[in-house]
């Protein structure tokens, strides 16, 4: 796994979890446990302990929201640092802190004892309350198409904040990313009431419309050309904005159904718009694409 992501705003912005390498680990480990522990993970990909100690030590470092950080050695790309440290067998897990080596294991061990080695970390240091650290990763790791462990860091999140808005909507989107639209669905059905009317509750819910829609759009080619014959034909142009959506074009539907609004905004009881505040919701406000439709919107609405 390629975990080396984003910046953590805690400290000197080392993320909670990253990869490390010979040339990065002085700064990396040594230098960033003077301001938090740091435990270090030297695994290699043909390790099979290693993959099942993985998923317990990033979420029990997750849990902590920025308290603990994680490094990870790959001692194949890094033979020199295994050497150095006398890595003799994987998984083998050091944990640093102000400098120096302050505990360590060898072997997978149960998660239960994974959390148990990460809290007395924590309990060493006050920490920063990094949960925004923590989701801006799994965010990049999102964008980064390394959507198996942007869920495993959501999940993370979730267990142990389960009224965080964000984090259900970052899970909502890696699962729809790997088209595991009945899971998304179900994940939703589980957020708080508290938080039933947060605005990334109301985007996760977007996306999973979208994805509903998505799975029931008809081909793209006779759509344009049943638009092309009939520039006003609402439905058409419409649903060719729901087939685009569905097939990664999103400037191009949100560009018809602007078209459509322009036309007729009424049409439909507004079908064009409502489905345009959607993709918006979906994308979020701060997304490049919804600024500029927004702004296109608000020029034909105000025109």
């Not at 796994?1 to 984003?6: E, V």
């Not at 390498?21 to 043909?46: K, L, R, Y």
């Not at 965010?139 to 267990?159: F, R, S």
């Not at 406000?285 to 609405?301: E, M, N, Q, W």
Request: with cysteine; glycine share 6%.
């Amino acid at each position: 796994m390629d975990l080396a992501l984003g910046q953590s705003a805690a400290g000197n912005g080392a993320a909670p979890i990253k990869d490390v390498t010979t040339a990065t680990f002085e700064a990396d480990v040594i230098a960033a446990s003077m301001e938090a522990p740091v435990i270090v993970d030297f695994w290699a990909t043909w390790c099979g302990p290693c993959k099942q100690l993985a998923p317990a030590l990033e979420k029990a470092v997750a849990a902590t929201r920025g308290k603990v950080r994680l490094a990870k050695v790959d001692i194949d790309k890094n033979p020199d640092l295994a050497q150095a440290l006398r890595i003799q067998s994987i998984p083998t897990v050091y944990a640093f802190f102000q400098g120096r080596p302050v505990d360590a294991f060898q072997g997978a061990l149960p998660d239960s004892q994974v959390k148990q080695f990460v809290d007395r970390l924590a309990a060493q240091t006050g920490g920063n309350d990094d949960l925004a650290a923590v989701l801006e990763q799994a965010a990049q790791m999102l964008d980064a198409g390394q959507t198996a462990d942007a869920i495993a860091l959501y999940q993370a999140v979730l267990g142990e904040a389960p009224e965080t808005p964000a984090a259900f909507l970052g899970l909502v989107r890696a699962l729809l990313a790997e088209d595991r639209l009945e899971e998304a669905k179900s994940v939703l059905a589980q957020a708080p009431k508290e938080i039933a009317n947060h605005a990334d509750i109301a985007a996760a819910k977007a996306a999973i419309d979208l994805a509903d829609q998505a799975s029931n759009a008809g081909p793209i080619g006779p759509l344009k050309d049943a638009v092309s014959r009939d520039p006003a034909d609402h439905r058409a142009r419409i649903d060719l904005a729901t087939a685009l959506y569905a097939g990664g074009q999103h400037q191009d539907a949100i560009d018809h159904l602007l078209e459509s609004i322009k036309r007729d905004r009424a049409w439909n009881e507004e079908e064009a718009r409502k489905q345009l505040v959607k993709y918006f919701e979906a994308r979020g406000p701060k997304d490049p694409v919804t600024v500029s439709g927004r702004r296109k919107l608000s020029s034909i609405l105000f025109s």
